[in-house]
């Protein structure tokens, strides 16, 4: 896959349409049945919320990276940012609005969460950036 940093938001779509295809993701026809719009959406707030995570701006600082990087393979940010729109997506529900047919989104599970535990990435993503996710519970 061709560098997703330092592409613009027609060339990042299609990686993640790539990501998603039908022989090389199991989720493939469900991601193809949202529409375009809520895609890219979804795919600019992951990479938004992939780097809130990081704590750094990976467009900046990796944008003449070709991925995976030789010295750490299993470090993929742009595969942890079609991961997360996907859980985006999947925890967001889009419903028809008012009487002028205008789409309305409601994110209740995904508010929820956000709202608990701070900013959380889908656990697929957080695979790609080799961290672990752990919860430890006092009580």
């Not at 989720?27 to 719009?37: N, P, Q, R, T, Y």
């Not at 990976?58 to 742009?78: I, K």
């Amino acid at each position: 896959m061709a560098n997703y940093f330092g592409q613009d938001l027609a060339e990042k779509f299609a990686q993640a349409n790539t990501f998603f295809g039908v022989n090389s993701h199991i989720l493939a026809h469900d991601w193809a049945k949202i529409s375009e719009d809520d895609r890219k959406a979804a795919l600019v707030q992951a990479e938004r919320e992939v780097n809130l995570y990081l704590g750094i701006d990976l467009e900046l600082s990796y944008d003449a990276t070709d991925w995976p990087l030789a010295e750490c393979p299993n470090f993929r940010p742009d595969y942890a940012i079609f991961e997360h729109a996907y859980f985006i997506l999947d925890n967001t529900a889009r419903t028809e609005g008012g009487a002028d047919g205008t789409k309305r989104i409601e994110s209740i599970g995904y508010q929820k969460e956000e709202r608990n535990d701070g900013l959380t990435l889908a656990p697929q993503a957080t695979r790609y950036l080799r961290r672990n996710r752990v919860r430890i519970v006092r009580g």
